[in-house]
């Protein structure tokens, strides 16, 4: 009988729980360790939306990359998006797990992923890991086979993540591009490590205004957005889960949006 604690098991051997940052809440969230397993769905972020998807397509363990449970509760309500997510899962008896900052801290992990679609090959860890272990830490630093114009490699970054409308970046600094750090999700804190590795571009996500003027022509900075960055991660954990248990159901969530919208002005 497989159990919410072998599909723990699973994505532990792959993204040990044991990366995760001291702020994050990854694991098993809601729902008990012995559960027999029915079906899992795989999404980003857990919704009310994505809990009845769980449940109508008779999947009774949802593995997200965000945790829904991040910071303390104070209440179960129903009077918020989270809290009504959490009342219904615990109704239906849908489990949720979240591996987060340990998949990206994984050697083979998010940014692995993001890396190997851009095409670089790795050479270093931005942040490595305190238990020293190889590969593992937090962004990277690698090289592209090809050098690229900045113009050049902002049209091949926009290709590579269509699910990004626009890109945002900072003033060109003429250079060519072959040196790339990139870090998925939030990765603004590593900038500086980025240059002083001497990356000629920087790609990750939640870049904020003033932060836009710190690599003072150094490096060009690209925001590629928080999800589309980290999009990544659903393919991960639906490959680990579906892997290790192959004759249960392993679905993504087609109910799951983005709580980010855009309007483009040109297209108008």
Known sequence: MVTF?????????????????????????????????????????????????????GCNLIVSHHPLIFHGLKSLRGDTERSRAIILALRAHVGILAAHTNLDAACGGVNYAIAQKIGLTPQQVLA????????????LIGTLSTGFSEEEFLIYIARKFPQQPCLRYSP?????????????????????????????????????????????GKLLLIDLGHRESELCAIDLLKQI?????PTFACGVSVQEQS???YFVSNKY
């Open 5 to 57: 604690s072998d599909v723990l098991a699973a994505i532990d051997e792959s993204a040990p729980f044991k990366l995760q940052e001291e702020y994050d809440n990854s694991g098993l969230l809601v729902g008990e360790l012995d559960t027999p397993l029915r079906g899992t769905l795989v999404c980003m972020d857990v919704t009310e939306a994505v809990v009845a998807e769980a449940i109508e397509r």
């Open 128 to 139: 490595p890991t305190l238990s020293g272990e190889g590969g593992t830490g937090i962004g």
């Open 172 to 216: 060109q600094t003429g250079k060519t591009i072959e040196r790339v750090a990139l870090c998925g999700g939030s990765g603004i804190e590593f900038l500086d490590e980025a240059i002083r590795l001497g990356a000629d571009a920087y790609l990750t996500g939640d870049v904020k205004y003033h932060d836009f003027q710190r690599p003072d």
């Open 241 to 245: 889960v579906s892997q290790k248990f």
């Open 259 to 261: 709580p980010v919208n």
